[in-house]
């Protein structure tokens, strides 16, 4: 069993993952209580990549303080894309690839397999990525992207935006439906990175419904997503997740 994996150990609060694009970033993040950290340019989409450079100093200066995620982009990219370096970066346990504008590809699956075992080969978990807005995003549907990460013995299944201007994971589903759906990605046996727009008020029903790791950027930033991170704004976060998640919380819960 991987650190990693001892980490998601099912029972356990959920980690704060912040997504951060660089040293400075990084420091706030992890002042204000964030125990996962993650790579990614806010600049360039949903799941911009860093440079290589920047992913290693930024690894440098983690010094094994959290675990280390790191977006990649999107895979219909990927052929041509600078990212491709960060694969050979040690120090990244997960890794994170989307799907969007492959929803008429008939061979994605096939695609993300082969991505899958070269992520693997190079000492990462591939991340399955579920758009909350998969039809905007022309990305194939979350119970296609479920069925594959379970076929394929994944670790980890993001749920993310891909349009962060249009609509939260938490609109994006019906309600009942989201809790369901992570309900599902837990009893196959894989942690559920519950992302998307969540807001600091979506705290308590994201740890409610299983999250293993709740993953923002835009709530933990001054303003918008692509400013700074902001580290009252990550501690308030940190703080709704610890009280989620404490005695008293899980007594009311269990009532
Ligand atoms: O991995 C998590 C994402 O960086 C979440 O970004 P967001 O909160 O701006 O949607």
Redesign the pocket.
């Known amino acids: 069993m991987s650190r990693l994996d001892e980490i998601i150990g099912r029972g356990r609060r959920p980690r704060l993952?912040v997504?951060v694009r660089d040293e400075s970033e990084l420091e706030d993040a992890i002042s204000g209580g964030a125990d996962w950290i993650?790579f990614?340019e806010p600049d360039e989409g949903a799941l911009g990549p860093v440079s290589v450079e920047m992913a290693s100093r930024m690894v440098e200066a983690i010094n094994e303080r959290t675990p280390i995620s790191a977006a990649l982009g999107e895979l219909v990219d990927w052929q041509n894309s600078p990212s491709q370096r960060i694969l050979t970066v040690q120090g990244i346990g997960v890794v994170k690839l989307g799907l969007a504008g492959l929803a008429s590809e008939r061979n994605w699956e096939a695609m993300w397999l082969d991505f899958n075992q070269h992520a693997f080969d190079q000492g990462k978990q591939l991340a399955a990525v579920v758009y909350a807005d998969w039809q905007r995003a022309v990305a194939p549907q979350p119970d296609a992207v479920l069925a594959m990460a379970i076929r394929a013995g994944a670790k980890y299944v993001l749920i993310?935006?891909w349009d962060?201007k249009s609509c939260s994971t938490m609109s994006c589903f019906s309600p009942g439906e989201l809790e369901q759906f992570v309900s599902q990605i837990n009893r196959s046996g894989m942690a559920t990175v519950l992302?998307?727009?969540?807001q600091l008020a979506d705290v308590p029903s994201a740890t409610e419904m299983g999250a293993d790791i709740i993953?923002?950027?835009?709530?933990a930033c001054e303003g918008l997503?692509t400013n700074k991170i902001n580290p009252d704004s990550v501690r308030a976060i940190r703080e709704a997740l610890d009280l989620a998640t404490s005695a008293d919380f899980t007594v009311t819960i269990d009532q």
């Not at 992302?195 to 969540?198: V, Y």
């Open positions: 993952l997504s993650d990614k993310d935006t962060k992302a998307g727009s969540l993953a923002v950027r835009g709530a997503r």
